[in-house]
C-alpha cells in the first residue's frame, strides 16, 4: 500500500494521534494498518535511552538510563575540527542506538554561541556558522549511515537558556540568515536529517513552533528539507497553529488537550485536513524509512567505542598555554595532582543530554600509570560549594611546593553548566582562583587543566599558570587522552571554536543580553564571536581558531587558481604546510575571507574553509580549499537573497583568528544580477551606490551645473553639492532646486526612475 492510499485508510482521530506522541519517547502506532511507532531519545554526545521506553513517564526523571558510551560533548569534539571524526563519532552513536532500539536520536544541537553563559553551550559547536554547519552535517551523516534518523536541533535561535519558553530573540533579517540559519542550512542540504526539532523560543514575536517562515518557507520550500519537524519537548503552545506553521509532530505526547483541539479545529475547518494529512505523511515517511533501513548489528562492541571516546577526547583537548614547554612533562620525580576533578572528571553538562556511561578513564589514575617511577600526592583541592576554606589551600600548596610538578584539575560546580539556566557569570569560585594563586605561588610549575564546558574567565589567575590545557566536558575516555597529552604520548591537536574573552563585558552581548520583557534584541547584528572583537579590535584572552602544539608549523606558498575569477566558477586556494619542530602533529589550517569593499558592512574576516592535517618532522603537505559563490556571497535584505559584488577579496590563511600567516588578494567578477531598489524616496547616495543610477545621477548633475540660472543663483561646485547632499532623498533635492530655477521635480524623477528601471527590464 503505497503512503497515499494508508493515509486515505486513517480515520482523523488516527491522524491527529500520529502528530502528538503517544508517550514520552514515542510516536503512536496505528495497528489497524500496520503503521508502528518511532522511538526517539536524547542525543546528542551519547544515547540517553531510558527503561520501559514504551511507557509514559516524566520526562524530567534524568536518572536511569540504560548504559551507552559517553562522549566528549559538543564543545568539545568541535575543537577537533575534524568532520571524518565527528562523523565516525556519529556512526557509534546510531550504532549504540540500534542496540538500544531507537530509531531516532535527538540531536545533533546546531545553536550557536552568542554568549558565554548560555547554559547549554556545552552542547553547541561553535560560534561560528561555518564550521557549526559541517560538523553538524559530518555528525548526522555518521547517525544516519546506520539507518538511524539524527533529529537536528534546536531550531532556531536558542541561543540562551533564560527563559526559553517565552523570549523573543530579535534579529534582524541578515543576521539571521548569515549567522543563525547558516548552520542549519548547511545541516540540512548536506546531511539531509531526517527530522529538525524546533526551538522553545520565539523569533521576532512568533514562537519557532508557529512561524511558517521559518518552518515551511525557508526550511522546506527553501532549503528543501524532506524530513519531518518534531517540537522540542513541550515547545507547542498551540497545536493547531503549530500544525499551520509547520511542525508534524508535538513531543512529548500524550497530550489529551491538543488532540481534542485538533480534532475541532478540522471538523471546524479552522483548519484543512490537507495539511494534517501532509504532516501524517511526513512522519509516516520516516517510519517506513526506519522500518525499511538495514539495521546490522543489534549489538555494539562497547571497547571499540571507548577507545573512539578516547581518541575523540584526545583531539578535543585545547593546549592554550605552555611556558618553557613544560609540557609534555619531563618525567617528574614527584607529581602534585590536586583537585578532585582529577578523581571525580566532569564528562558531560547537566539536562536531558545526560548520558550513563558504559566505563570511565579517571585522569589520576591513568596519570598514575603512566608516571611509573613517579611519587603522587593528591589533595582534593576544593568542595563543589563556593566557600573559601582556607585548611584545604594549605594543604594543596604543602604538597605542590615539595613536587616537581603541580597538575591542578578545576571544574565547575556541575550546577553551573545545566540545561534550562543560564550561568550569572565566567567566573571560577573564589576558592578556586585563590588555590590556583597560592599553588602557583610556590610552585612555578603549575599546570591548570580546565575540565568545564565553556569559557571561564583567567583574568585573576593565568598569568600564574605556566601551563593551561581546556579539556572540556571529556567523555569517558577523557582521564587516558589527557594523560596521553600530559605525558607526549599524543600531540595536542584542538584548536578554540569560541572566542574566550577577557571578560565578560568585551563579549558583544553584554548589554543585550539576557534582555527584557521577554525579548532579547540581538543588537550586535552579524557581529558575533570574532567577527565582533576583530572589528572592534579588543584583546581577547584566547582567539577563535587558537590551540597550541608541541611541534611548530610554517606556512607557505599560498596560490589561488586565478586571480580574478567569476563567482560562479569558484576558486581553488592552495598552500604547503611544514612541520617545522622536532616530533610529529597534527595542524588545523583556517581559511579566512575578507570582502575589501562592499555595499554592506561585512566582518573583517569570516572562516570559509579549514583542514586538519597531520604531519611528521619536516613533513611538507599541500593543502587545498575550494570556495564557492556562496562563500564571497552576504545576505542582502533587501534582495532577499544572498548577492556578490564586484571587487577585491582578500584571502588569509592562519593558525588562528589572529595569527594570520599568509595573505593574497583576488578579484572577483560578480554575475549576480541585481534588480534595481531605487525608488521615489531613494538617497543621493543610494542611487550613487547603484550603477546604473550613478550615470544618471552623472549626467542630472553635469545638465543642472551647465545650466545658466543654476549657475547663477548657486554658488557651490558641482563636486560640494553632491557630496554635501549624499544622505538626503534625491527628490528632496531637487525640490530645494526648484526654488531657485524652474524645473518640476515630481516629473524629473518619474523620467529617471523610469530609465534607471527600463535598463534593466
Ligand atoms: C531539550 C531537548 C531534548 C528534549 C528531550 C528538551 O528539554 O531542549 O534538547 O531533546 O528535552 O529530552
Not at 50 to 57: A, L, P
Not at 345 to 350: A, D, S
Not at 635 to 649: A, L, Q, R, S, V
Request: some cysteine; aromatic content about 8%.
Amino acid at each position: 500500500m503505497n503512503i497515499n492510499e494508508l493515509i486515505s485508510k486513517m480515520t482523523i482521530k488516527e491522524k491527529a494521534a500520529l502528530c502528538i506522541g503517544a508517550s514520552a519517547w514515542c510516536t503512536a502506532s496505528v495497528r489497524r494498518l500496520g503503521i508502528p511507532q518511532i522511538v526517539m531519545t536524547d542525543g546528542p554526545h551519547g544515547v540517553r535511552r531510558v527503561e520501559n521506553i514504551d511507557e509514559v513517564q516524566n520526562i524530567f526523571s534524568l536518572t536511569k538510563s540504560l548504559p551507552s558510551t559517553c562522549f566528549p560533548t559538543a564543545s568539545a569534539v568541535a575543537c577537533t575540527w575534524d568532520t571524518e571524526l565527528l562523523q565516525r563519532m556519529g556512526e557509534a552513536i546510531g550504532q549504540e542506538c540500534i542496540s538500544r532500539g531507537i530509531d531516532i536520536l535527538l540531536g545533533p544541537g546546531n545553536n550557536m554561541k552568542r554568549t558565554p553563559l548560555c547554559g547549554r553551550n556545552f552542547e553547541y559547536f561553535s560560534e561560528d556558522p561555518y564550521l557549526s554547519g559541517d560538523l553538524a552535517a559530518a555528525f548526522i551523516k555518521g547517525v544516519q549511515s546506520k539507518g538511524v534518523g539524527a533529529a537536528l536541533k534546536h531550531f532556531v535561535a536558542n541561543n540562551q537558556e533564560h527563559k526559553r519558553h517565552t523570549i523573543s530573540a530579535e534579529i534582524d533579517e541578515r543576521t539571521l540568515r548569515e549567522i543563525y540559519l547558516t548552520a542549519f542550512e548547511t545541516a540540512v542540504k548536506e546531511a539531509k536529517p531526517w527530522a529538525v526539532m524546533c526551538a522553545y523560543n520565539k523569533v521576532n514575536g512568533t514562537y519557532c513552533s508557529e512561524n511558517n517562515e521559518l518552518l515551511t518557507k525557508i526550511l522546506r520550500e527553501e532549503w528543501g528539507f524532506k524530513g519531518f519537524v518534531l517540537s522540542d519537548w513541550g515547545a507547542v503552545y498551540d497545536r493547531v497553529e503549530s500544525l499551520k506553521a509547520g511542525v508534524d509532530l508535538e513531543m512529548p505526547g500524550p497530550q489529551k488537550k491538543s488532540f481534542k483541539k485538533l480534532i475541532k479545529a478540522i471538523r471546524n475547518e479552522e483548519i484543512e485536513e490537507e495539511i494534517l494529512d501532509k504532516a501524517v505523511e511526513n512522519i509516516i515517511k520516516a517510519v517506513i524509512k526506519s522500518k525499511k533501513a538495514e539495521k546490522k548489528d543489534t549489538e555494539f562492541d562497547q571497547g571499540f567505542h571507548h577507545e573512539l571516546a578516547r581518541k575523540m577526547a584526545s583531539e578535543s583537548i585545547v593546549l592554550l598555554k605552555n611556558n618553557n614547554d613544560i609540557l609534555p612533562l619531563k618525567e617528574p620525580k614527584t607529581i602534585a595532582i590536586i583537585g578532585r576533578a582529577a578523581k571525580e572528571p566532569h564528562i558531560q553538562g547537566g539536562g536531558s543530554s545526560q548520558v550513563n556511561p558504559t566505563n570511565m578513564d579517571i585522569p589520576y589514575d591513568e596519570i598514575e600509570k603512566l608516571a611509573e617511577q613517579a611519587e603522587i600526592f593528591y589533595e582534593e583541592g576544593y568542595t563543589m560549594d563556593e566557600k573559601v576554606d582556607n585548611n584545604m589551600i594549605d594543604r594543596a600548596r604543602n604538597i605542590a611546593q615539595g613536587a616537581d610538578i603541580a597538575l591542578l584539575f578545576i571544574a565547575l560546580p556541575p550546577y553551573k553548566e545545566f540545561e534550562s539556566y543560564d550561568r550569572d557569570d565566567m567566573e571560577l569560585t573564589k576558592h578556586q582562583i585563590k588555590l590556583i594563586n597560592e599553588v602557583a605561588s610556590v610552585q612555578p610549575k603549575t599546570v591548570v587543566i580546565l575540565n568545564n564546558g565553556s569559557p571561564v574567565s583567567m583574568e585573576d589567575w593565568i598569568d600564574n599558570a605556566a601551563g593551561l590545557l581546556q579539556t572540556w566536558f571529556m567523555g569517558q575516555g577523557g582521564g587516558k587522552a589527557l594523560a596521553d597529552i600530559l605525558f607526549g604520548k599524543v600531540n595536542p591537536s584542538g584548536k578554540l571554536t569560541e572566542t574566550f574573552p577577557m571578560r565578560l563585558k568585551d563579549n558583544p552581548t553584554y548589554i543585550n543580553y539576557p534582555g527584557e520583557n521577554d525579548r532579547v534584541i540581538y543588537g550586535e547584528g552579524i557581529f558575533m564571536g570574532y567577527r565582533y572583537y576583530d572589528k572592534k579590535e579588543i584583546d581577547v584572552q584566547f582567539p577563535f581558531g587558537y590551540g597550541l602544539s608541541y611541534t611548530s608549523f610554517e606556512y607557505s606558498n599560498l596560490n589561488v587558481s586565478s586571480d580574478e575569477f567569476k563567482d560562479i566558477d569558484g576558486l581553488t586556494v592552495e598552500v604547503d604546510v611544514k612541520n617545522t619542530g622536532k616530533l610529529p602533529g597534527k595542524e588545523i589550517v583556517q581559511l579566512y575571507l575578507r570582502d575589501i569593499e562592499s555595499r554592506l558592512v561585512r566582518p573583517v574576516k569570516e572562516l570559509k574553509g579549514f583542514k586538519k592535517v597531520e604531519l611528521k618532522p619536516d613533513e611538507t603537505k599541500t593543502i587545498s580549499f575550494v570556495l564557492n559563490m556562496r562563500d564571497f556571497a552576504y545576505y542582502h535584505p533587501t534582495y532577499k537573497d544572498w548577492i556578490t559584488e564586484n571587487g577585491e577579496f582578500e584571502i588569509m590563511i592562519g593558525k588562528s583568528s589572529r595569527d594570520i600567516c599568509l595573505t593574497k588578494k583576488v578579484n572577483l567578477v560578480s554575475t549576480t544580477n541585481l534588480p534595481c531598489t531605487l525608488n521615489y524616496t531613494s538617497t543621493v547616495r543610494e542611487w550613487l551606490d547603484d550603477e546604473e543610477g550613478r550615470k544618471i545621477i552623472e549626467s542630472l548633475s553635469e545638465d543642472i551645473m551647465s545650466r545658466k540660472d543654476f549657475q547663477r543663483v548657486s554658488g557651490s561646485s558641482n563636486i560640494d553639492l553632491w557630496k554635501a547632499a549624499k544622505d538626503t532623498q534625491l527628490i528632496f533635492l531637487l525640490k530645494q532646486m526648484s526654488w531657485a530655477i524652474p524645473i518640476v521635480p515630481d516629473i524629473i524623477m518619474s523620467k529617471l526612475l523610469a530609465k534607471v528601471h527600463n535598463k534593466r527590464i
